[in-house]
């Protein structure tokens, strides 16, 4: 089940912009910010970012976090062959004090 | 270097109890602050959280999964346990435990309920 919104596809083209996001409420998205982890096939997820913008060691800069009210937003610049994979976002919940995740985005590269 | 690993039966029968270990290293459960989670994924479907524990041996659970699910800790061991009693084939899925935040995870689990 989930509890935060996604497109379930986006496509874009290679070398393009593609921005995925991310729609929850104010008392997940709205309150603490979101996480959102890259997810290759047969793989298990990598975090990308964490409370809407911090990177962990190693992430590339072409991946950028923002959040707007209650949605969250992915935006990955140049993309490249690699950066197609499914992508979730998740986000603590306050008012039920557990993790929520989105149905996911598959991003292809054209 | 923090790493995870999961360990459990590949297939449970319906209604048995699936019991899966998460084999942790690089940080210690006992360090203010620290939580590790399990995370499923039913064959090609999306992610849905499932437990966490914390270093003060808070617990949170998925509220719709409540009612089957234990999560428990070894710190001795750098283990985190989860049981979920009941199974059914819709529990088919791979198994994740991460870090906290879910910054690092293991390879995952895979768990097939069949009879």
């Known amino acids: 089940q989930a509890g935060l919104t996604q497109p379930p596809s986006v496509s874009k083209g290679l070398r393009q912009t593609a921005t995925l996001t991310c729609t929850g409420n104010s008392n997940n998205v709205g309150n603490q910010g979101a996480a959102w982890l890259q997810q290759h096939q047969g793989h298990p997820p990598k975090l990308l970012s964490y409370?809407?913008?911090n990177r962990p060691s190693g992430i590339s800069e072409r991946f950028s976090a923002s959040r707007s009210g209650n949605t969250a937003s992915l935006t990955i610049t140049g993309l490249q062959p690699e950066d197609e994979a499914d992508y979730y976002c998740?986000?603590?919940?306050?008012?039920?004090?557990?993790?929520?995740f989105g149905g996911g985005t598959k991003l292809t590269v054209l | 270097q923090i790493t995870l690993k999961e360990s459990g039966p590949t297939l449970v029968k319906p209604t048995q109890t699936l019991t899966l270990t998460c084999t942790f290293s690089g940080f210690s459960l006992s360090t203010s602050g620290v939580g590790v989670g399990w995370i499923r994924q039913p064959p090609g479907k999306a992610l849905e959280w499932l437990a966490l524990?914390?270093?003060?041996?808070?617990?949170r659970y998925s509220p719709s999964l409540k009612s089957r699910l234990t999560i428990t800790k070894d710190t001795s061991k750098n283990q985190v346990v989860l049981t979920m009693t009941n199974m059914d084939p819709v529990d088919t899925a791979t198994y994740y435990c991460?870090?906290?935040?879910?910054?690092?995870w293991g390879q995952g689990t895979t768990v097939t309920v069949s009879s």
């Open positions: 998740s986000a603590w919940d306050s008012s039920l004090s557990v993790w929520v």
């Open positions: 991460a870090h906290n935040g879910m910054d690092v």
């Open positions: 524990i914390y270093w003060n041996d808070d617990k």
């Open positions: 409370r809407n913008n």
